[in-house]
């Protein structure tokens, strides 16, 4: 739950989230499944799990649906390769007259073309990315000569593995995320470049740790450290800086190359103050690709209150499998529960009827764990009761362990995703779940 949300136009202060403690300890993968899980329990259906980042949902007529990750029967199975595909990506929406940055891919041993390229196609700044990138990995931007575009040529290369490099013009503007569900856009994020500011008296490098803390409040970021490396300094270094100097006061640098939050970027919510041109060319781009029903559009805008008719914006990237946790837990601005729309959305598709939702659940849990022992059954109910849920366990053999929970939905979700991360290092093979 948001504990507290200040926002003013000279002070921003970032979100703090009472749930976080629950998700300490999970990292970044399970999270949107647990938010996926708890609303399925919530809405009444059985729950039938394999693995942290799958599960299956059960009505009480007996029809099912499933999820990995955000992963739904609302996108076919061809829907992702082809949003993999940065460069078949852009083919596509450029077809369907959807606004897309300029670009080529090349091959790493193509670095002279690619020089060529920017040089006399696109003009300086671009930006330097992999073909088959996701989560913003490998995104350089602001290269704005020659010698730098080298520089991120030899960064890829030993990073992506041979895969393609795609050279792009760089638009002038922030990252938008708007996720798109059944043709109608329903969050946005704008997920900033992470910048400190100076006081005079902190290294960039202390400023950065007080950035690092408030992630660590946060359930989505908190596994999304900003990454202090070699990169970072070479950043630094452009702006003439460096992690530890003293930077004077009220002067401001970034420490992230990109905006998304993987690398850095701090979001916050901002679905109401975007044009409705930018929503509808979000959802046409997701209905161009073939099967996709559900997806995040990366919007790149310079205004976001202007129509797109008057500016040059462009989308540079959709995900089919968007992370839906960066919404329900932005760093600034109003929560928005996309994982209940997800489901609702799915059930739909899927013929899944869903009862009245409720925050609060009684459960039967059943946990099929080879190699369970005593100890693992007493830590699965101190930790449910240190989240606050009602338990009671018992140990049926060495690999069942049977019980009951009550409680929040959040929490009984969380707590189910423990049980698949235990310190007693111990793995289910299943984990089902039905409503008393």
């Known amino acids: 739950m948001i504990r507290n949300a200040m926002h003013c136009e000279r002070v921003r202060t970032p979100n703090q989230y009472s749930s976080a403690e629950l998700f300490t300890g999970l990292g970044r993968a399970p999270l949107t499944t647990v938010l996926l899980d708890r609303d399925c329990l919530a809405y009444g259906l059985s729950v039938f799990r394999t693995s942290a980042q799958t599960l299956i949902v059960v009505d009480a007529q007996g029809n099912q649906m499933g999820f990995s990750k955000a992963g739904s029967v609302i996108n076919s199975r061809p829907a992702a390769p082809l949003t993999q595909d940065k460069h078949s990506t852009r083919l596509i929406l450029q077809d369907q007259d959807v606004p897309v940055p300029k670009g080529m891919r090349f091959t790493p041993q193509d670095l002279e073309a690619a020089v060529d390229y920017a040089s006399e196609e696109l003009g300086y700044p671009v930006v330097v990315k992999p073909l088959h990138g996701t989560q913003g990995k490998g995104v350089l931007?602001?290269?704005?000569?020659?010698?730098?575009?080298?520089?991120?040529?030899g960064e890829l290369s030993g990073d992506?593995?041979?895969?393609?490099?795609?050279?792009?013009?760089?638009?002038?503007?922030?990252?938008?995320?708007?996720?798109?569900?059944?043709?109608?856009?329903?969050?946005?994020?704008?997920?900033?470049?992470?910048?400190?500011?100076?006081?005079?008296?902190?290294?960039?490098?202390?400023?950065v740790e007080e950035r690092q803390q408030v992630r660590?409040?946060?359930?989505?970021?908190?596994?999304?450290?900003?990454?202090?490396?070699?990169?970072?300094?070479?950043?630094?270094?452009?702006?003439?800086?460096?992690?530890?100097?003293?930077?004077?006061?009220?002067?401001?640098?970034?420490?992230?190359?990109?905006?998304?939050t993987s690398q850095g970027g701090e979001p916050e919510q901002v679905l109401e103050k975007l044009h409705p041109s930018i929503?509808?060319?979000?959802?046409?781009?997701?209905?161009?690709?073939?099967?996709?029903?559900?997806?995040?559009?990366?919007?790149?805008?310079p205004a976001p209150d202007r129509p797109l008719t008057e500016q040059r914006a462009g989308i540079c990237e959709i995900n089919s499998v968007p992370a839906v946790d960066s919404h329900e837990y932005p760093l600034y601005g109003a929560p928005v529960t996309v994982a209940q729309e997800l489901v609702r959305t799915s059930a739909e598709h899927a013929g899944v009827s869903l009862s009245s939702y409720r925050t609060t659940v009684a459960l039967k849990v059943t946990i099929d764990c080879p190699g369970a022992?005593?100890?693992?059954k007493d830590w699965l109910a101190a930790r449910a009761e240190q989240m606050g849920l009602k338990v009671s366990f018992r140990l049926l053999s060495l690999r069942t362990v049977h019980g009951k929970?009550?409680?929040?939905?959040e929490e009984a979700a969380a707590w189910l995703a423990h049980a698949f991360q235990n310190p007693h290092q111990v793995t289910p093979r299943s984990l089902e779940v039905h409503h008393v």
């Open 216 to 260: 660590r409040g946060n359930p989505h970021l908190m596994s999304r450290p900003i990454h202090v490396d070699e990169r970072l300094e070479h950043l630094l270094q452009r702006q003439h800086t460096a992690l530890d100097s003293v930077l004077e006061a009220g002067r401001t640098v970034h420490v992230t190359y990109g905006s998304n």
């Open 141 to 153: 931007t602001g290269i704005g000569d020659e010698s730098e575009l080298r520089w991120a040529f």
């Open 279 to 301: 929503l509808e060319a979000s959802a046409r781009a997701v209905e161009a690709i073939p099967g996709l029903g559900f997806a995040g559009v990366d919007f790149i805008i």
């Open 160 to 207: 992506t593995a041979q895969d393609e490099i795609v050279v792009e013009e760089q638009i002038e503007g922030e990252a938008y995320r708007i996720i798109v569900v059944n043709g109608r856009a329903v969050s946005a994020l704008i997920s900033r470049r992470c910048a400190v500011t100076g006081n005079g008296s902190q290294t960039v490098r202390q400023l």
């Open 405 to 409: 929970v009550n409680g929040p939905a």
């Open 373 to 376: 022992r005593k100890e693992f």
